[in-house]
């Protein structure tokens, strides 16, 4: 492995481990007494402020017509927004590993819809086969084993993995393909910003936290879990492919696993560790190119 691709390996590794601290320092957050609408706000005001000083001194260009942000508004609010809702009240009603599981679904979601659109290329029987196994997998982790489910918590988490789904089908749209990809961030960052400003306002909820702490893990949230993961996935991606980046990617699950025993206290299940272990398999084989596959199988004949 060549040094780029080795930059490029633990710039991906760095962005799963940074993300895979969302579910801490929301639940160290919410011991706080912060509310799910003023940590939100609080993550995506503070990335956003960051994000647009760094656009200013690099001087990229970040105007686009009104067609294009009506459409990064969009799915800002309904994708990056509600996927943020969906899992952070999720982490109320059931452990971190389980919702990041769940919510891991998002792949599979993206395939199936893409195998409805394009249905007039016949069916394609390894997404076929993902999309069984990935089910199989989340009905394991949901439905089997000792531990009594949070129904409303799992929901919560799957309504995310939809809201997240849409939102990578929608940033794949050919009116943004043009716009870096930093600036796309920043666009997303703010329209989450001002939806959780609304909300804060309209529920009455406040902007700022009690407490020091309070206010530190909000930081951690904009700083360490947001910026650093999407700028190392970026440059990561850049370095080995978006394939490789995904393959690497769906290893956040058992961190965040780890982190919830050891931190957090919480119980992995033997269901949990079987289902969660169908799912990463599915979106890594899911990657695998068609052309490989058929190659190993004329090859071993």
């Known amino acids: 492995m060549n040094k780029d691709k080795l930059k490029g390996t633990l710039l991906v590794i760095i962005s799963a481990l940074t993300f895979g601290n969302i579910p801490l320092f929301s639940k160290f957050a919410y011991n706080e007494g912060l509310s799910v609408s003023t940590l939100l706000f609080l993550r995506f005001f503070t990335a956003s402020i960051i994000l647009w000083l760094y656009i200013l001194i690099k001087k990229f260009k970040f105007k686009t017509t009104k067609a294009n942000f009506r459409h990064i508004l969009l ?17 109320k009603y059931i452990s971190s590993s389980l919702a990041t599981i ?18 007039k290329n016949g069916p394609d029987y390894k997404k076929l086969f993902c999309l069984t196994t990935t089910t199989i997998g989340l009905v394991l982790v949901v439905c089997i084993g000792p531990m009594k489910i949070n129904l409303t918590g799992v929901i919560l988490a799957f309504l995310g993995a939809i809201a997240y789904a849409y939102f990578c089908v929608g940033i794949g749209d050919k009116r943004i393909e043009s716009l870096n990809s930093i600036v796309v961030s920043t666009y997303v960052m703010s329209s989450c910003m001002m939806f959780y400003f609304l909300q804060c306002v309209f529920t009455n909820e406040p902007l700022l936290p009690s407490n020091m702490k ?25 370095r080995i492919g978006v394939g490789n980046s995904v393959i690497i990617g769906t290893f956040e699950p058992l961190f965040v696993c780890i982190l919830g025993v050891v931190f957090l206290h919480e119980i992995i299940t033997t269901n949990m560790v079987i289902g969660g272990s169908l799912i990463i398999l599915s979106l890594i084989f899911l990657q695998v190119p068609s052309e490989k596959i058929y190659y190993k199988k004329m090859t071993y004949k």
């Open 214 to 238: 309070g206010f530190l893990y909000s930081l951690i949230l904009a700083i360490v879990c947001s910026i650093i993961p999407t700028v190392t996935m970026y440059e990561g991606v850049k």
């Open 75 to 91: 799915i800002s609010i309904i994708g990056y927004a509600g996927s943020s809702s969906g899992l952070f009240y999720a982490y």
């Open 102 to 119: 769940v919510i891991y679904c998002y792949p599979i979601i993206v395939v199936g819809y893409e195998m409805i659109c394009n249905r």
